[in-house]
């Protein structure tokens, strides 16, 4: 599987982004799309997923009420609408997907396949 992700950009506090990660390859294996995201001198942090069977989202309390996950199985792509934003947002965001398949945990790790970044700055 193989991933693509665009739509990073920079912006001011308050306005909104919309990221894409594309996926290509063997997508019949996915099961779980997640975003993560890093920022400067920090570690990676997990964002929000998606699970292509039912559409179920997980967000992590940073982000809730102000990300918005949605998928496209037509075209095998996932969108982050992020609304909001805060400096805080800063940081490279990386897609990824989970191929597992698990149970009521499903949105956390492994993932198993990521794509290669990209950079969302957010001025105050």
């Known amino acids: 599987v193989q991933l693509q992700a665009s739509g990073g950009g920079l912006v001011q506090a308050g306005g909104s982004l919309r990221l894409s990660c594309a996926a290509s390859g063997s997508t019949f294996s996915t099961y779980v799309m997640g975003w993560f995201r890093q920022a400067p001198g920090k570690e990676r942090e997990f964002v929000v997923a998606?699970?292509?069977?039912?559409?179920?989202?997980y967000h992590a309390d940073s982000v809730k009420g102000r990300f918005t996950i949605s998928g496209d199985n037509a075209k095998n792509t996932v969108y982050l609408q992020m609304n909001s934003l805060k400096p805080e947002d800063t940081g490279v965001y990386y897609c990824?997907?989970?191929?597992?398949?698990?149970?009521?945990?499903?949105?956390?790790?492994?993932?198993?396949?990521w794509g290669q970044g990209t950079l969302v700055t957010v001025s105050s």
């Open positions: 998606f699970k292509w069977t039912g559409g179920s989202t």
């Open positions: 990824a997907v989970k191929t597992g398949r698990s149970g009521v945990f499903w949105y956390r790790g492994p993932y198993d396949y």
